[in-house]
């Protein structure tokens, strides 16, 4: 089987190589998987990644501006997957997990909602940023990306994903035909991207539980807010936030779960990926049942 255009293209916006007779790669003939350009042990191989049956197409939606992003770029859907009932549609609304808490910052609309994050003094966090991370995308984005926490580079900018990881992130998020830069194009290629702390941790630490509870609320009313059709969540502390569980993410990857209605999809975090080029096969994977996810779900 050869890979198509569409695949090809997306496996290369991801930074992977794939073999083809005309590329003549130094790759074994009849190997198909694709492959991290950087140099790996043959151990280190990344699974293939999972064969694609049908293309995905634009979501198109009267009476909205045209597609800014390449066609060509956009994921190929995988196989289906089994969607939850409840993540099948998208939700009109949305209600923060159960804490018992009444959060004043339920109530808040957008621009409250940004005032309230850069006045937070509600944990450490506060004393060590340089400013707080808000979030970055259209706001009728029908993705949403949640990472973990604002780096050194984000807290001096006051933007989420502005550092190396950063740019692994768009070129998925290109693959995938989404950017956060996309506010005049349709809602299906808009993207929301946030993070779970809205303040960076002192020398990148790992966020504190007491940091992600006092910061949930925030993240909460952003999801509330925006009513994405799609999540996906980077990194195992914006998973465990959302689904509440503690398991690794190579073990929730691979299946669509749900926050509050919101199909959702699990993969690696992009500082990851920079760090573990195997994983990016994965990762593919992940974009791949996100796009088909996205697709069902209407966005
Ligand atoms: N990592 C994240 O999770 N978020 C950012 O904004 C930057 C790096």
Request: proline share 9%; charged share 20%; hydrophobic share 45%.
């Amino acid at each position: 089987m050869a890979w198509t255009e569409r695949q090809q293209s997306m496996l290369q916006a991801m930074g992977l190589r794939v073999w083809s007779p005309a590329a003549g790669t130094d790759a074994q003939a009849g190997d198909e998987a694709a492959v991290p350009e950087a140099l790996e042990p043959p151990q280190a191989r990344a699974a293939p990644a999972a064969p694609v049956s049908a293309p995905v197409s634009a979501p198109g939606r009267a009476g909205q501006t045209a597609d800014r992003a390449p066609a060509a770029g956009r994921a190929a859907a995988p196989a289906p997957a089994a969607i939850p009932a409840e993540a099948a549609a998208a939700p009109s609304t949305l209600r923060a997990p159960a804490t018992g808490i009444a959060s004043p910052v339920a109530a808040l609309d957008w621009p409250a909602l940004r005032e309230a994050v850069a006045g937070c003094r509600a944990c450490g966090l506060c004393e060590s940023r340089r400013q707080t991370v808000f979030g970055v995308g259209g706001a009728r984005a029908h993705w949403m990306v949640i990472g973990e926490a604002p780096g050194e580079q984000e807290d001096r900018e006051g933007e989420p994903f502005v550092g190396a990881s950063g740019q692994l992130l768009d070129r998925m998020l290109a693959a995938l035909g989404v950017s956060r830069d996309a506010e005049d194009s349709e809602p299906a290629r808009q993207v929301y991207i946030a993070n779970t702390l809205k303040c960076r941790p002192p020398g990148n630490r790992n966020p504190a539980a007491d940091e992600m509870a006092r910061c949930e609320p925030f993240l909460v009313r952003q999801i509330e807010l925006l009513q994405p059709r799609i999540i996906l969540a980077m990194g195992r502390f914006a998973v465990q936030a959302l689904l509440r569980t503690t398991d690794p993410i190579g073990k929730l990857r691979g299946r669509v779960h749900s926050y509050q209605g919101v199909p959702l999809i699990v993969t690696y975090h992009p500082a990851y990926l920079l760090r573990n080029l195997p994983d990016k096969a994965k990762a593919w994977e992940d974009l791949c049942l996100a796009a088909a996810t996205a697709e069902r779900a209407g966005g």
